[in-house]
């Protein structure tokens, strides 16, 4: 992500929903643009649902920049 940009996510406020149930997210797609390992916009499409996403490729194809972009879309931070 570029300085000052903010993720394309849909967020709601955080904690349980009204009915008191946990709120679940599901990613449909991952865009990133300019950060480390990328260059021009790249998207990867999710499906989206429960379970488990694995991100494979050789190195040095981004998947880093790929996993940062989603937490910083999910929490609105990033670790480093």
């Known amino acids: 992500m570029r300085g000052g940009e903010e993720p394309e996510a849909v ?11 946990p709120r679940l997210a599901c990613l449909k797609a991952i865009t990133v643009e300019g950060s480390r390992g990328i ?35 999910l929490t609105g931070d990033n670790w480093h």
């Open 11 to 21: 967020r709601e406020p955080p904690g349980p929903s009204p009915d008191g149930a």
């Open 39 to 73: 260059g021009p916009k790249a998207a990867l499409p999710l499906q989206p649902g429960p379970g488990l996403t694995l991100v494979t490729g050789r190195d040095g194809a981004a998947k880093s920049s790929v996993a940062e972009a989603a937490e910083l879309a």
